[in-house]
């Protein structure tokens, strides 16, 4: 059974500087894909980044990338020069080949000015 | 292109009562998902379908729940006889069966059982 864990309830982070959200998950299954989403206090759950299990490289989405390191079975997402706006809730997910997607507990994270 | 709908937004029940949560994916996906979200918390794994296959329904968390999707398209969650842990937003999703496709969300049913 896969397992998505994150284990910061709550971030701060001060604006215009980088912060890393951390993901760590488990799974036997030697493809699978990770997904990052943002639901800010309106409810919606928006589609951030996704990075597949063969993916040589880090994947990188504007302000976003994920650090993925695969031995450590964690991918990290790194928002880079936080704006207000990124103040939300942020969840990690997996998928395991094409099946149901499953997600972690979230990080609230705080954007000071 | 439209997104996922799902109605009613909002949802007050009287403790014991059924309900039926509808859940309209987008033209096209093949992959429907159910999830529960209690205020503050993550998101609950109830249920998947996912083409003619057998649904995953490892996530309903009693047999007070079931769900079924018809043609292949409309999903409807029912809930009886409910109960006051039952209240928390119902977020319906829908994708593409490629491992990359990720979730499109609905805006969700805030149920409230009093």
């Known amino acids: 059974a896969q397992k998505i864990t994150q284990t910061q309830p709550g971030m701060f982070v001060q604006e215009k500087e980088a912060v890393t959200l951390d993901c760590t998950y488990d799974?036997?299954?030697?493809?699978?894909?990770l997904f990052w989403y943002k639901q800010p206090s309106s409810g919606e759950m928006i589609f951030l980044i996704y990075q597949g299990s063969y993916d040589q490289q880090n994947a990188t989405e504007g302000r976003y990338s994920l650090n993925f390191q695969k031995a450590r079975k964690s991918a990290n997402l790194v928002i880079s020069a936080s704006q207000l706006g990124d103040s939300a809730m942020y969840f990690c997910a997996m998928r395991e080949g094409t099946g149901d997607m499953r997600f972690g507990a979230g990080t609230r994270l705080t954007v000071k000015p | 292109g439209a997104g996922v709908s799902q109605s009613p937004s909002n949802k007050v029940t009287e403790k014991g009562k059924d309900v039926e949560l509808r859940c309209d994916p987008i033209s096209g996906h093949t992959a429907l998902y159910w999830y529960r979200q209690s205020l503050g918390q993550g998101l609950e794994f109830l249920i998947y379908?996912?083409?003619?296959?057998?649904?995953?329904k490892s996530g309903l968390p009693s047999d007070r729940f079931s769900a079924e999707r018809t043609g292949g398209s409309v999903s409807t969650l029912t809930i009886q006889r409910t109960q006051q842990e039952d209240s928390a937003v119902y977020l319906c999703?829908?994708?593409?069966?490629?491992?990359?496709?990720?979730?499109?969300f609905g805006n969700g049913t805030r149920l409230t059982v009093t």
């Open positions: 999703a829908s994708s593409l069966r490629t491992e990359n496709s990720p979730l499109h």
């Open positions: 379908f996912q083409g003619n296959s057998a649904p995953d």
């Open positions: 799974t036997s299954d030697p493809s699978y894909g």
